[in-house]
């Protein structure tokens, strides 16, 4: 399938923003992940998050979870930082110790809804916007929940990207903007209800569906990401999603300035795509390349599997998906 001008120009954008692989560089370099979120009945869900952040390229993967959620967590893999503080009563003073050690958060993955663990959340937000440079959040799943409860928690947050489906998009956009959604009859491009939203909230938004939507506030062009996945729909693959943009994030905000760089072809054509980069967020680069990422790995998986697909599946394809699509 021939591939848009608009895709390609992405795809090289996310290319200058990965970190090389050198053998003088630290542990850590390319990213210390966070993910919030595992609790008593939820725990696969922040592993699929950390794990994809791995897969993804992220050095490092902590883990903040509730205490039942700690064990089933840690026996997953050696791999995974764990801290069993997310119940906790010093869960703010936990966190202060470890923010300073983190690249990039994501919220949300087996959250659930406990009134104490929502609560430290919303402390955890606090905390996160008095930084005088707040790092990159994704907020997924019931983080959702809590945002749609709370908006003002998060507007204004720029380096944020909320990572909704259909449902939770309805719900949010019915709550920040006091009408539904589908009443919007002039606005049947979803491109629109998306930006719309961002611009309400003055966060991003990454809307997943069919064609994934993309928007930053003020942008005034929202983009879609229509490569082809998959049609199994077996839970796991939001949280694949949300741990692969985590580190792609990442690396968007810190290494940015590499797609404002000039390039030394002076032509019309290279000119008018140099002008088509300089109008894209970091937040769309990187949510672009981290759909791409999730979609393609899903495909090849659902190819060779079918209906048997699990999203432990999908995982095992990511690493190779990122060297096929970014290093090759």
Partial sequence: MAMSSQHIQLIQSFKKVIPPLLFDTHKGEAGRIGVVGGSEEYTGAPIF????????????????????????????????IVHPILDSKSFSDDMNKWLPRLHALVI??????????????EKLIDILRQQDKPIPVVIDADGLYLITEKPGLINNYVNCILTPNGPEFERLYEKVMGVK????????????????????????ILMKGHLDVIASPDNQQPIQCG?????????????LLAGALAASY??????????QQSNPDKSSK??????????????????????TLIRTSSQTSFNRLGRSMI?????????????KLFEK
């Fill in 311 to 323: 999203s432990t599946d999908v995982l095992k394809e990511i690493g190779p998906t990122f060297t």
């Fill in 270 to 291: 290279t000119t008018e795509q140099q002008a088509n980069t300089s109008k894209l967020t970091p937040a769309q680069i990187a949510a672009y390349a981290a759909s």
């Fill in 227 to 239: 490569i082809d996945g998959s049609p199994r729909r077996c839970g796991g693959q939001g949280d």
């Fill in 49 to 80: 998050a950390s794990m994809s952040a791995f897969r993804t390229g992220a050095d490092l993967v902590h883990v903040f979870c509730t205490t039942h959620a700690a064990i089933p967590i840690k026996s997953f893999s050696p791999d995974l």
């Fill in 250 to 259: 990442y690396w968007t905000v810190k290494n940015g300035d590499q797609n």
């Fill in 108 to 121: 949300g993955p087996g959250l659930g809804r406990d009134k104490t663990v929502l609560s430290n959340v």
């Fill in 181 to 204: 959604s589908e009443d919007q009859k002039k606005e049947k491009d979803k491109t629109q209800l998306a930006q719309k939203l961002a611009d309400a909230l003055r966060v991003n």
